[in-house]
């Protein structure tokens, strides 16, 4: 696609660059803010303001043209989540800096209607990638993200091989220096290391230690040559000098030799590659097998009654159907959403208060259909979701169920809801988020085996990769989970669930499933799991199959997760005869929470 480069100068927006080239994509501009008159930096929340003294010789070595304005908003909105849950306020916030974005980004738009995406170089800021997310929502556009939860000692040394000169143009972490700047990135990587390991500093700066300027790298078509310099001092501290490096001079120069080629992270991580060739050896790759003319899909008993349960603070609504007589499944859509709204509103709830939401299809084909009117109840934050094809009653199109939580604080509630291609997990190609935390719990999408820069499925299909691929999107979605919590957990499954689309893929996904969860144990866990000989998971499992994933996958993982920072304990499960974990019931605990009992129940 064409895209758009969000360019600050530094050594990420300009490394993005590189990737979204090697991922096919065509840079035709390039978009930058910059602080008003008299102004060499801002402290803001969202924009490197440092260096744009020579933002216009970078856009001149990408040979593009390029966008400016000037930052007239300020942090209005400090949140991790921008814009409102509810449609009617899910729009930009009044003054915040973030509208500046949109501002320059719309003019862009303007002027080259071709354009589908943006770069943005972010790493780990999610106050970043949010803001960035919810402007390119509202253009229509996708983010274009390669370098976001990439490892930094990994992403440090890859920029260095591929050929990249940044210096550092501003310092302001601890044993950072004067003497520090202007010095590239090749230079500087031992002295960041070292200050790694006594103080925990960011190598790639994540941290706001130091920002950088890119003089060359494999994308620019001629080198920034700096000629004049000025170092300014905000602050002089013996542990944390905050100074930048002023431009005052430069010119461009021709390049000399090929651009080195970049390196890009490998599909598999070596645990889940392990995933892989264990189902491998078992399933044969992409050796699809002829289900049993004996077999029938997962049925859904025929016109249940709504039900609503509530424990505590939570409510879950399940069995919602349209009422008979509508001529499209739009309008069964709507019909399910108002019944659900009616039920959430008598406790005192509404559609942003879900935490997980099933869908049930009488064909996947209906899939753009419904979602395109499933999209317009949800704002900023949409509910976890998987949606599946099944085996309805006759006459029914659409099943509904949900899980909300009545929040006491908005910080009850937060979502991670990543919408830009990356290296890292699927983007969220529908109004769902991939992870819902309330409290302890953590409700994650179900995951398909898409290949994440690519939004695609194995070519030719392959339930071994597909498997490894969605198992390692789960644990990347907990792992981004726990990195906004501050990472002070471990945690463990409470349910997991295995969505088949062929009966006779059970074994090998068993047999995957297990190569997993070995290593993820509680310590608790370990000799009850040792007694039983590996005979099942510590957290209930469960393997339905159903007559279609999405996309024609093979495969989808939907997990509930617990930090781990509070035991959940539950005499009810001793009787429930829908869980038959024996290591729970020796260990007289329950890892998963009773109200989603209700929803997987079909």
């Known amino acids: ?32 803010l910059r602080p008003g008159p008299g102004k060499e930096e801002l402290d803001s929340y969202l924009y490197q303001t440092v260096g744009q003294d020579a933002i216009e010789y970078v856009a001149r070595a990408l040979d593009v043209p390029l966008y400016r304005k000037v930052i007239t908003g300020n942090a209005v909105e400090h949140g991790a989540e921008y814009g409102g849950r509810n449609v009617g306020n899910a729009g930009g916030v009044t003054g915040d800096e973030t509208e500046d974005l949109f501002e320059i980004l719309s003019l862009v738009k303007e002027n080259h209607p071709d354009v589908q995406g943006v770069s943005v170089g972010a790493i780990l800021s999610n106050y970043q990638r949010v803001r960035v997310e919810h402007v390119c929502k509202r253009l229509g556009w996708t983010p274009l993200s390669y370098l976001w939860q990439r490892n930094q000692d990994e992403l440090l040394s890859e920029m260095i091989d591929s050929g990249m000169e940044a210096i550092l143009i501003k310092v302001a972490g601890i044993g950072l220096k004067t003497n520090h700047l202007g010095k590239t990135l090749s230079e500087m990587k031992p002295t960041l290391h070292k200050l790694n390991t006594l103080y925990g500093l960011h190598v790639c700066g994540e941290g706001g230690e130091y920002e950088s300027l890119t003089l060359d790298c494999p994308l620019f078509k001629s080198r920034i040559k700096l000629l004049e310099t000025e170092v300014v001092i905000h602050s002089d501290h013996d542990f944390a000098t905050v100074a930048f490096l002023r431009i005052k001079s430069a010119e461009l120069e021709p390049k000399v030799g090929e651009p080195a080629d970049i390196t890009t992270p490998p599909l598999l991580e070596e645990k889940y590659q392990g995933i892989y060739d264990t189902v491998t050896e078992l399933h044969g790759d992409c050796q699809r097998k002829t289900k049993p003319d004996s077999y029938r899909h997962l049925e859904v008993s025929s016109s249940p009654k709504v039900a609503t349960f509530q424990r ?20 069964d859509v709507k019909d399910c959403f108002d019944k659900i709204l009616h039920k959430l509103s008598e406790h005192g709830l509404d559609i942003s208060n879900c935490a997980m939401i099933n869908i049930l299809l009488e064909s996947m084909d209906l899939f753009g259909r419904v979602n395109q009117v499933y999209g317009a109840y949800f704002g900023s934050s949409p509910a976890a979701r998987a949606c599946v094809g099944v085996n309805l009653p006759q006459g029914v199109r659409v099943r509904v169920e949900c899980i909300a939580f009545k929040e006491v604080k908005p910080t009850d509630r ?34 398909i085996g898409l290949i994440p820069s690519q939004l695609l499925l194995p070519s030719p299909q392959s339930l071994p990769m597909e498997l490894a691929l969605s198992s390692q999107h789960v644990n990347r979605v907990i792992s981004a989970v726990k990195e906004n919590h501050g990472g002070s957990w471990t945690g463990y499954e409470e349910l997991v669930i295995y969505w088949l689309s062929d009966v006779c893929d059970i074994p090998p996904v068993k047999a995957g499933h297990l190569e997993m969860v070995c290593p993820k144990y509680l310590t608790y866990m370990v000799e009850v799991i040792k007694q039983t000989h590996l005979q099942t998971s510590p957290a209930p499992t469960i393997f339905a199959v159903v007559s279609e994933l999405p996309k024609g996958a093979l495969v989808e993982k939907q997990v509930v997760f617990h930090t781990g920072r509070s035991l959940v304990w539950d005499d009810e499960i001793q009787e429930s005869s829908f869980l038959d974990c024996k290591p729970i019931r020796e260990a007289g605990m329950s890892q998963i929470p009773c109200h989603f009992r209700h929803l997987i129940l079909l």
Do not use: R
């Not at 758009?4 to 840079?27: I, P, Q, R, T, W």
């Not at 409510?315 to 349209?322: L, Q």
């Not at 935390?437 to 179900?446: A, K, L, N, R």
């Open 312 to 331: 505590g603070s939570w409510v879950t609504v399940c069995n919602v159907e349209a009422t008979a007589g509508h001529v499209t499944v739009e309008e």
């Open 1 to 32: 696609m064409k895209y758009v480069a969000l360019l600050s100068g530094g050594k990420d927006s300009c490394y993005n660059l590189v990737h979204c080239a090697k991922n096919g994509h065509e840079l035709v501009a390039a978009a930058s």
């Open 414 to 447: 937060q979502s991670l809801h990543v919408q830009g291609l990356s290296y890292w997990a699927p983007a969220s190609i529908g109004p769902y988020s991939q992870a819902i935390s309330v409290g302890e719990h953590i409700f994650i999408s179900g995951q």
